[in-house]
């Protein structure tokens, strides 16, 4: 899920006793007054952040200049918001994005494993274009009247009286009283009346209204396939791009997952489902949704707008909770640092709720429009990734650890065995890193569940699988590309010596530091039933 940035402070540059990030009298407290209580607000945070960053493309970041500097500051996993732009136009980003890994990878000597994930648009409902009459916005006054339609010869020249739809059984599916809420519940309309193609609203909330807004009316789940034909060219445009994670969007049971699975076929099983909870019904189906998932984005906005903007927080926890539990990853998107579109320095209270989502368990965080058509991209990731190392240093990992080790069914297989026994010895060493050496990735998505307070270094010799462990909080994926020895203890104590050198080379691994390592008996998957813990040598800087 992370890298090292040229921006980390080096453990080097502390005193040989300080250890950034550990907060000790506060991770090992027995109470959560205590926890509190022990938080040390001199204490340094760590040096490598644990919480992944996903950073939604656009106009701001079509450059390959500055697509290397998000990935200097800390981006893990490009996302292209298939809602905008055309196809050709992505299919570029992909180019730039690849161009922008391989400059990146050369400059620090290591293959870079970014991932680049696809939103598709799902079950959007948009407005159309604004009439060239009107400019780029139309004014809708608070107490006045629109209409929407959805009759196409509107779909050009919408205006202050006409506003186009583009779901075709809209006016059907909506009945008087309900509220239509446009562009991120930024204009309210209530619905008076009601006809074959138009409805008659009242703008109980004004605003300025630009083209291809998004519509959302709440508690209203509309009867429309899950994927549209434009969806359907899209996946068929990740398949053939070899692109690592597909985002589903408006998902409400495992049924839109499955069939997703269905549409992709045989050539795009290896690319990673994640499922976009926007709407109460997702929030009811979640464990369905779960269990037919690779991860789960949480996007607030809509969420929040459907269930009540007060009852957002209870989702969010409860859901990040139960993720957690499964061992599934989950995100959380919309308005983490939203004043950042246009200022270089964020609002106290967006940094207060990036600590929350963090505090909650979230395993990667989504910066959408503060970087796509921001001022400020690469400034927003470096100032998330700092807020990202400040929260994690606060986090009750002792009492984490235990809750998820109880929820564990029993008995366990001897991976996560393994695992468990690895983040304990992490815990009472104090250790630097995590080692994993590991096929399929699983390993070590099971050591990023029971949340070390140190990084897990896994290594694997396959660029996919690399790619999509960024989805796990505190994974720093490492591809290993020399040639596999005969000998299988030969081979491992190779990549073990390949991951402490870069560790230290990188500057959060020091001589001495204690590293635990996990492994197979075997070369292969599905092997792996060994935990030791080693020293970092002199030798391998």
């Not at 945070?45 to 990935?71: A, D, F, W």
């Not at 635990?516 to 039933?529: A, D, K, L």
Request: proline share 4%; net charge neutral.
């Amino acid at each position: 899920m992370v890298w090292p940035t040229e921006y980390d402070i080096k453990l080097g540059e502390f005193d040989a006793m300080e250890l950034p990030g550990q907060q000790l009298p506060a991770a090992h407290a027995y109470t959560p007054l205590d926890h509190l209580l022990n938080l040390d607000i001199k204490a340094p945070p760590g040096c490598q952040r644990l919480t992944g960053i996903i950073v939604t493309m656009g106009h701001s970041t079509y450059n390959i200049e500055i697509l290397e500097k998000l990935i200097s500051a800390g981006m893990n996993i490009a996302l292209l918001n298939l809602n905008f732009g055309t196809k050709e136009e992505h299919i570029e980003t992909i180019k730039m994005l690849r161009q922008a890994a391989k400059n990146y990878s050369t400059q620090m000597g290591r293959n870079y494993p970014l991932a680049i994930a696809a939103r598709l648009p799902g079950r959007k409902i948009r407005t159309g274009t604004i009439a060239d009459s009107y400019g780029e916005t139309v004014e809708l006054k608070t107490g006045d009247t629109v209409r929407l339609t959805t009759d196409e010869t509107y779909k050009d020249r919408c205006s202050v009286y006409t506003i186009y739809i583009d779901f075709m059984y809209f006016s059907d599916q909506v009945k008087k009283g309900d509220y239509v809420l446009l562009d991120n519940e930024t204009i309210m309309l209530k619905v008076d009346v009601i006809s074959a193609t138009t409805l008659t609203c009242k703008i109980e909330r004004g605003g300025l209204l630009g083209s291809c807004k998004d519509v959302f009316v709440p508690n209203v789940t509309f009867d429309m396939p899950n994927y549209t034909d434009k969806d359907k060219e899209y996946i068929n445009m990740a398949i053939s791009n070899q692109l690592d994670i597909l985002i589903a969007s408006f998902v409400d049971s495992a049924n839109a997952i499955t069939e997703l699975r269905h549409l992709m076929g045989e050539k795009g099983r290896k690319i990673a489902i994640v499922a976009n909870i926007q709407t109460i019904e997702g929030f009811r189906n979640f464990d369905d949704i779960l269990a037919v998932s690779n991860g789960i984005m949480i996007t607030r906005q809509e969420l929040g707008s459907d269930i009540t903007p007060k009852k957002l927080v209870i989702a969010q926890k409860n859901m990040i909770a139960r993720a957690n539990k499964a061992n599934i990853p989950i995100c959380i998107s919309a308005h983490l640092l939203s004043s950042m579109r246009y200022k270089s320095v964020p609002l106290r209270a967006e940094l207060l709720d990036i600590a929350n989502c963090i505090l909650d368990g979230a395993d990667a965080l989504v910066l959408s429009a503060e970087t796509a058509v921001g001022q400020y991209p690469v400034d927003t990731v470096m100032c998330l990734a700092s807020a990202c190392k400040e929260a994690e240093a606060c986090m009750w990992t002792k009492q984490i650890f235990h809750d998820l080790v109880d929820k564990t069914p029993i008995p366990c297989d001897q991976s996560t065995g393994a695992a468990i026994a690895a983040v304990l010895a992490a815990q009472r060493a104090i250790a630097a890193a995590i080692v994993v050496v590991t096929t399929s990735g699983k390993t070590a998505q099971i050591v990023s569940k029971y949340k070390p307070r140190c990084p897990i270094i896994s290594v694997t010799r396959y660029g996919p699988i690399a790619r999509q462990m960024h989805l796990w909080r505190g994974i720093m994926p490492l591809i290993y590309e020399a040639a596999p020895d005969v000998d299988w203890q030969t081979d491992l104590n190779n990549r073990v010596t390949f991951c402490t050198k870069w560790a230290m080379e990188q500057g959060f691994v020091r001589v001495g530091d204690p590293l635990i390592i996990v492994s197979g008996w075997r070369q292969g998957s599905g092997y792996t039933n060994t935990m030791r813990i080693m020293y970092a040598e002199a030798d391998n800087v």
